[in-house]
């Protein structure tokens, strides 16, 4: 696993835009979210989160156009397993980091490794979805 998306499809995959704007402000959100608080060590500075949310236009989505643009960034993370939580963590310096591609400086201290344990019997992982998470 590599922080290059060159090299890592998981990484590659969830650099691709969406091609709805609302819908690719959620898929930031969530997948920063994935990466903060299940990779070993990585922490989300909070201070860059809100400004991202501010600057946005996350604050205009609501209702409908909230639900639709939700359920487009939810489907991006449909079969979420632990191979793609794996290849996430090992790229989200890649996404996030000091020279992030998507958004720098999210996230801080993280080490390139899932903070759960692979269970072969079931390596699915339930994400909450972006629809239920708390909307200003």
């Known amino acids: 696993m590599t922080n290059d998306p060159s090299t890592n499809w998981y990484l590659s995959e969830a650099m691709k835009p969406m091609p709805d704007a609302d819908a690719e402000i959620l898929r930031i959100y969530k997948?920063?979210?994935?990466?903060?608080?299940?990779?070993?060590?990585?922490?989300?500075?909070?201070?860059?989160?809100?400004r991202f949310l501010k600057t946005s236009g996350y604050g205009k989505l609501t209702?409908?156009?909230?639900?639709?643009?939700?359920?487009l960034a939810d489907d991006r993370f449909k079969l979420f397993d632990y191979r793609a939580l794996a290849h996430l963590c090992a790229g989200g310096d890649y996404m996030f980091g000091s020279q992030?591609?998507?958004?720098p400086n999210l996230i801080t201290g993280n080490r390139g490794t899932p903070k759960v344990s692979y269970d072969p019997s079931n390596p699915y992982i339930m994400l909450p979805s972006i629809s239920t998470a708390t909307h200003g």
């Open 31 to 50: 997948l920063g979210g994935i990466i903060g608080t299940m990779c070993d060590g990585a922490k989300v500075n909070t201070a860059v989160g809100n």
């Open 63 to 71: 209702g409908d156009k909230y639900k639709q643009a939700a359920f």
């Open 100 to 103: 992030g591609h998507l958004l």
